[in-house]
T-cell receptor, first 112, second 113 residues
Framework: GESVGLHLPTLSVQEGDNSIINCAYS??????FIWYKQESGKGPQFIID?????DKRQGQRVTVLLNKTVKHLSLQIAATQPGDSAVYFC???????????FGTGTRLQVTL | DAGITQSPRHKVTETGTPVTLRCHQT?????MYWYRQDPGHGLRLIHY???????DKGEVSDGYSVSRSKTEDFLLTLESATSSQTSVYFC????????????FGAGTRLSVL
């Protein structure tokens, strides 16, 4: 069945470095993806989204890249800060009610 | 948390007791969702609603029921709580109409002893 999964359950980066969080998907018909950030004790927070007619989308310090050929997307965070420490999920809405399928997440740890 | 209030935020209950969690929104969004989050499983959809009195099951709906009598409120009921329902429960809302983004509440931590 369709799934959205994440590589590497934990990613440790030094403050100021760039972070890259990867996500693979299996449904070639998926045409829209959303990235969420979840800080400890809080609900997931929307970061950025991308549609399949785009290869790249940029936000504030974040960039999402989509490679439809290999069904892979990545979230890049520039100049990682301690406040970026969180679990990051990619999600794939399906159906008319936009039900989200989440992976288990990647925990980003920022070291000083 | 995008005009979403979940109550209670924490609850401890005993096996076999009924439990109702409430999600209240002030955004007038059409869609509302209940998820549970467990270690190693990410977020899994329990039930969702696409309008007043219109609900449907998600992937882990067994043991749960929902009701939506008003646009702003979406209730999740555990008729007879079990220890396997110990989890963190999140409500989410979405406007629909071409917008797929869901906005999440702060969560309810439920412990069933």
């Amino acid at each position: 069945g369709e799934s959205v999964g994440l590589h590497l359950p934990t990613l440790s980066v030094q403050e100021g470095d760039n972070s890259i969080i990867n996500c693979a998907y299996s449904n070639s018909a998926s045409d829209y993806f959303i990235w969420y950030k979840q800080e400890s004790g809080k609900g997931p927070q929307f970061i950025i989204d991308i549609r399949s007619n785009m290869d790249k989308r940029q936000g504030q310090r974040v960039t999402v890249l989509l490679n439809k050929t290999v069904k892979h997307l990545s979230l890049q965070i520039a100049a990682t800060q301690p406040g970026d420490s969180a679990v990051y999920f990619c999600a794939d809405p399906t159906g008319t009610a936009s039900k989200l399928t989440f992976g288990t997440g990647t925990r980003l740890q920022v070291t000083l | 948390d995008a005009g979403i209030t979940q109550s209670p935020r924490h609850k401890v209950t005993e096996t076999g007791t009924p439990v109702t969690l409430r999600c209240h929104q002030t955004e007038n969004h059409r869609y509302m969702y209940w998820y549970r989050q467990d270690p190693g499983h990410g977020l899994r959809l329990i039930h969702y609603s696409y309008g007043v009195k219109d609900t449907d099951k998600g992937e882990v709906s067994d043991g749960y029921s929902v009701s939506r009598s008003k646009t702003e409120d979406f209730l999740l009921t555990l008729e007879s709580a079990t220890s396997s329902q110990t989890s963190v429960y999140f409500c989410a809302i979405s406007p629909g109409q071409g917008t797929n983004i869901q906005y999440f509440g702060a969560g309810t931590r439920l412990s069933v002893l």
